[in-house]
T-cell receptor, first 110, second 116 residues
Framework: GQNIDQPTEMTATEGAIVQINCTYQTSGFNGLFWYQQHAGEAPTFLSYNVLDGLEEKGRFSSFLSRSKGYSYLLLKELQMKDSASYLCAVNPGGSYIPTFGRGTSLIVHP | GAGVSQSPSNKVTEKGKDVELRCDPISGHTALYWYRQSLGQGLEFLIYFQGNSAPDKSGLPSDRFSAERTGGSVSTLTIQRTQQEDSAVYLC??????????????FGQGTRLTVV
């Protein structure tokens, strides 16, 4: 089976940096996605990693280590609007169906 | 349309009734996914369509659940004889093709189903 682990909840201060970790054990690997989901809204795509290393996109960066089955999403210069759930999803080998973790609820406070 | 559209946005039904949930994917997207999200839980995969065929139905929780897709576009998820444990948000997503090489999925707003 597929297993994706993320912390349930994190809190951070406006203007700070936060790192949300994701570990996975899947039968093969075809890429890892991060999505953002505000309460009551649809998930929206943030980033995709298929090779090891860091992908930077504005205030958000995502890192992947395939040998360790590990990824993180780094959010810089936190804003109140970044309060949301962050979902890690993996495409297992031989499958193109994203398997999602339970998501990490991030609370940004002033 | 500009995005994935789902209807209805909210549905309250009595236990034992059948419900139909509709998804209009982004035009030109061949892959379509149905997920279910319960309160505080992650997205649970239900079924995947490539075109009109469903190569993977492994996530459907019971034979009360079925789905179809016609014309490579609109999809309908049907739940027969609804039970209270079916209460959840049902999310539909579409993508250009199988999720390879940065082909991310675009999600609809979901249908919140409440079985009373």
């Amino acid at each position: 089976g597929q297993n994706i682990d993320q912390p349930t909840e994190m809190t951070a201060t406006e203007g700070a940096i936060v790192q949300i970790n994701c570990t996975y054990q899947t039968s093969g690997f075809n890429g890892l996605f991060w999505y953002q989901q505000h309460a009551g809204e649809a998930p929206t795509f943030l980033s995709y990693n298929v090779l090891d290393g860091l992908e930077e996109k504005g205030r958000f960066s995502s890192f992947l280590s395939r040998s360790k089955g590990y990824s993180y999403l780094l959010l810089k210069e936190l804003q109140m609007k970044d309060s949301a759930s962050y979902l890690c999803a993996v495409n297992p080998g031989g499958s193109y169906i994203p398997t999602f973790g339970r998501g990490t609820s991030l609370i940004v406070h002033p | 349309g500009a995005g994935v559209s789902q209807s209805p946005s909210n549905k309250v039904t009595e236990k034992g009734k059948d419900v139909e949930l509709r998804c209009d994917p982004i035009s030109g997207h061949t892959a379509l996914y149905w997920y279910r999200q319960s309160l505080g839980q992650g997205l649970e995969f239900l079924i995947y369509f490539q075109g009109n065929s469903a190569p993977d139905k492994s996530g459907l929780p019971s034979d009360r659940f079925s789905a179809e897709r016609t014309g490579g576009s609109v999809s309908t998820l049907t739940i027969q004889r609804t039970q209270q444990e079916d209460s959840a948000v049902y999310l539909c997503a579409s993508s250009l093709g199988p999720s390879i090489m940065n082909t991310e999925a675009f999600f609809g707003q979901g249908t919140r189903l409440t079985v009373v």
